[in-house]
């Protein structure tokens, strides 16, 4: 079996520190500003909190960051709150950013933690694919504007609207989802056929995916949630139409957690020459 090139561990030296710096920057094209710096970096990693990092031999690929918080809907618990991942984009789409938050929830339990949380944009359908599919996390809340307006290449010229996600990594659904049977579920293994669609009638036109003019409530406890499988694509070339697909599925999702439901599932599938994205909302009181 061939050598692993990457390898996951806490970040220890300031010329790493350093690198985390730069690869922020290069990730989100962020202005000076805008990037955590090293004596933030470094204060968390000694004071209980997590910075790591992937690295190919000594050259950083990936990272990620996170503090000791307190959950406040329960008050007194103490969680994770991890606050920022990213991966060099010559390696994304190779399991590094599943490897940091496997590294993360190990790091979390034995801190004697069982929740860690985190924020991400809803119409990202990779990182819904991660965080939702494969982590077997569960978002219940959808919150407007939670950084106000940014102002890096990913992020600007939208309202950052965020889902919260909800890790409990010491439940049995979530060991599940990690076993080596488990992870990314299949259409095959995930009702979204059968459930509900809140915004049925989206189209895809020139090859982006259009939002329909309305959505349905939804009635029954499963109901399906589609966003555009390429998010990014859509803002680079019609930030308008990136624009409505944000208040549209801003609308719905507030709607469906008001009314008692919440996200358990998300399913990527590629039709013909189109890949179409769900999150699947299942109603909290329910048996499902």
Known sequence: MPEDPIRIEPLTTTAQFLDCEALQREIWGMEETDVVPLHLLTTMQRNGGLVLG???KERMVGFLMGFLGIDPADAGRLKHCSHMMGIARA???QGIGYRLKLAQREHALAQGLNLVTWTYDPLESANAALNIGKLGAVARSYI????GELRDELNA???TDRLLVEWEIAADRVAKRLAPQGGLLSPQDLPADSAQPVNPGAKMISGMLHPPEGWIAPEDDLAAVEIPAAFQAIKERDPDLAMRWRLHTRALFEHCFAAGFEVRGFVSERTADERRSHYVLYRRESDL
């Open 157 to 159: 010229g939208l309202p």
């Open 91 to 93: 390696w994304r789409g």
């Open 54 to 56: 992937a690295f190919e």
């Open 144 to 147: 407007r504007e939670v950084y």
